[in-house]
């Protein structure tokens, strides 16, 4: 997993609530057994006018010069600003994986779906909760002022504003360590190995039908 | 000691390891695979050397990609080769990794993975099930701790047997009374999505019970604990009585003799205890649920069969309003419209919602000796899995749907989200026993309208929705 330490970055607002997985990367590009190659295909169905299928050239499909992440003051974002419920619906990791393959390494918004929520972490994707009047600030910040930027630091726990207003955001501690020191889950889970088969004898000794 | 939650039970009994910071891990009894989630998590495996912690754990099948039809012309019957590919590539991985069971493409028993589960007795009461697919809540309905991961997680519990997990808060929902004549299970958890809305349930693990949920079928308690994630919670559940370890009972995977003797009064206890807190309790009077259809874009927009499509114009909060009104334009709907004027041209009954046997019964009820309507264009059934396909048929479902013009399909999760063939077309307008109903979820520009069995099964022979208990 890629490190997040601080980030300073252009911010690209998606205004709308209840933005889903489906929305984030379409089912068609499920398909593929590989683990990159999404970032063109983030909010496909808005970003383009034809619909998209995996293995064509996405950068000669006609483009919904209106979706926002299209505008040209955008280009170029990594700090998404959403709404509520952002992330909700499916399990796939492939939203995650869209959104930082397109380039953004942080979210904003005043909740997300709890699934999309763990994946994110898990793929150095910083999910930041901010109330709905802070988020309602930024939004207003970033639709009056081109080339509006924030800074996040996730080992403070801060986003500030280009005006010096700073906002403390709250992290899982777990996952704040992970990310600042981009350690791989799996390899500290597996120090607790001696644990894990401890508790699978008694697991077992306890009910044995599920051993069976 | 201190009265437990059900959620509190299951959570105990598979804590291998606290950290001081509250972080668990969550030892997980059964882990279910399919093709979508789980390549990337193999190759993982494969890249950093390890091995499955257990391989016994794993039951896999492949769904979503699988065709409905030409099942004759065997794998090269699966039309996309992306698709192809990622069906032989789960052949492959459990080829090289191993699996208690694995159902093919092809094979007699496969299905939907959240139908085949139970329906093999591999998914059993105390259970900590996880699968990545976020309607692995299905399985709740016995008494199970079962939620989704994502291909990060699916790689970590097959390297570790373990979830890294934070305990969520704990929600009850209470349904209590008798449910009308014709209303059912998806009519309930329609209810309770609408009232909390696709939010209420995040952060919280949900326990469905109250007389109405005890009521239920193992089928329709599935049905309920299927959509959990659609109102924000990935797990929910129902407490464990006659009915989970009737079910249960002689299945292929479940426990036999002795151990059945052993198993069953440990089940038993997977009860909230009397007095046990709940951070959040949530009633609904049974009596007072109507059919429900669905509206927008997302499954708490929701109304009643007598109801009408809403206004933006009356919604003050204006990210509500706009949310609203994208929803009516996407599913090119006016407000006030009357539900029944509403005309669905295609019909979808299957998923892992409503594709069990008693699903197909309740549509069969409503479309026997009936022809569906001249306005739709398409209508299929989709059994959940290959032993719901044989049942039905034994039964002469298969001929009632398509005496009525429904066609038969081969299991799967098809239609619900289009990986497959059966994608729908822009402006499709569907009745659909599925999910999900965001845009583009049934195909690019197709409009979905979430229903029960028999309701879509009506929709169909009248040609817009109509109150199934009336029909």
């Known amino acids: ?212 | 000691m201190t009265a437990r939650t059900l959620y509190d039970k299951l959570w105990d009994s598979h804590l291998v390891h606290v950290a001081r910071d509250g972080t668990a891990l969550l030892y997980i009894d059964r882990h279910l695979v399919h093709e979508v989630t789980s390549p990337q998590a193999y190759e993982g495996l494969k890249l950093a050397g390890r091995k499955p912690w257990r391989v016994e754990s794993v039951v896999a099948t492949a769904d979503h990609n699988t065709p409905t039809r030409n099942w004759e012309k065997g794998v090269a019957g699966i039309a996309d080769s992306v698709s192809r590919l990622q069906v032989e590539t789960l052949d492959q991985n459990i080829k090289a990794f191993g699996a208690k069971v694995y159902f093919p493409f092809l094979d007699k028993q496969q299905g939907i993975v959240h139908v085949i589960g139970p329906e093999q007795g591999a998914t059993l009461p105390g259970m900590t099930v996880v699968c990545g697919d976020s309607h692995t809540s299905t399985h709740g309905a016995f008494g199970c701790l079962a939620f989704g991961i994502g291909t990060s997680e699916v790689e970590h519990v097959l390297a570790t047997q373990c979830l890294v997990a934070k305990k969520t808060k704990a929600m009850r929902i209470d349904v209590e009374g008798a449910l009308g004549t014709g209303i059912t299970a998806k009519d309930i958890i329609l209810a309770i999505i609408g009232k909390i809305g696709s939010a209420g349930g995040t952060g919280y693990t949900l326990e469905f019970s109250g007389s109405a949920i005890r009521a239920l079928s193992m089928e329709g308690r599935m049905t309920v604990c299927n959509m959990s994630i659609e109102a924000g919670a990935r797990a929910g559940m129902v407490a464990v009585d006659d009915k989970t370890i009737e079910y249960v009972k002689g299945r292929p995977f479940a426990p036999m003799g002795a151990m059945w003797d052993k198993a069953v009064p440990y089940w038993r206890t997977l009860v909230s205890d009397p007095g046990a807190k709940f951070d959040k309790v949530v009633t609904l009077d049974a009596a007072a649920i109507q059919p429900q259809v669905s509206w927008g874009t997302n499954p708490q927009m929701v109304t009643t069969i007598d109801g009408k499509v809403p206004d933006p114009s009356e919604e003050k909060d204006p990210v509500k309003r706009e949310w609203m009104e994208r929803a009516l334009k996407y599913m090119d709907l006016r407000p006030n419209t009357p539900i029944t004027e509403i005309r669905p041209d295609k019909i979808f009954i299957g998923a892992c919602t409503n594709s069990r046997i008693e699903d197909l019964r309740a549509a069969a009820q409503v479309v026997k000796g009936r022809r569906i309507a001249p306005s739709v264009k398409l209508a299929i059934v989709v059994p959940g899995s290959g032993l719901v396909k044989v049942q039905a048929e034994q039964e002469g479902l298969d001929k009632v749907f398509a005496e009525a013009g429904f066609e038969w399909r081969q299991p799967g999760c098809s239609m619900c989200l289009g990986m497959n063939d059966d994608l729908a077309s822009p402006g499709d307008r569907i009745a659909s026993t599925s999910n999900r109903n965001f845009e583009g979820r049934q195909g690019p520009g197709a409009r979905t309208h979430l229903v029960s069995p028999a309701m879509a099964a009506a929709a169909g022979i009248a040609g817009h929705f109509v109150d199934v208990r009336s029909f």
């Not at chain 1, 300073?8 to 889903?20: I, T």
């Not at chain 1, 499920?30 to 970032?39: A, D, F, H, M, V």
């Open chain 1, 1 to 212: 997993m890629e490190k997040f330490v601080k980030q300073e970055g252009l911010v690209a607002p998606m205004d709308r609530a209840n933005v889903d997985t489906d929305a984030i990367i379409p089912k068609q590009y499920l398909k593929s057994i590989k683990r990159t190659g999404y970032g063109p295909n983030l909010f496909d169905e808005w970003r383009y006018l034809d619909h998209g299928e995996p293995g064509m050239d996405h950068s000669k499909r006609p483009v919904n010069k209106d979706f926002v992440l299209n505008h040209p003051r955008y280009h170029g974002a990594t700090v998404l600003l959403a709404r509520e419920n952002f992330g909700c619906g499916s399990s796939r990791e492939h939203a995650p994986w869209a959104l930082l393959q397109h380039g953004f390494q942080a979210v904003i918004a005043p909740s997300f779906a709890d699934i999309f929520h763990n994946n994110s972490f898990k793929n150095g994707l910083l999910l930041i909760r901010l109330d709905v009047k802070t988020v309602d600030r930024l939004f207003e910040q970033v639709h009056s002022t081109e080339g509006y930027r924030l800074a996040v630091d996730l080992e403070q726990q801060t986003v500030t504003t280009p005006g010096g207003e700073s906002f403390k955001f709250d992290v899982d501690p777990f996952f704040k360590h992970c990310l600042l020191n981009g350690l791989d889950e799996i390899g500290l889970t597996l120090e607790h190995a001696d644990k894990i088969k401890a508790f699978e004898a008694r697991h077992q000794a306890a009910q044995p039908w599920l051993f069976s």
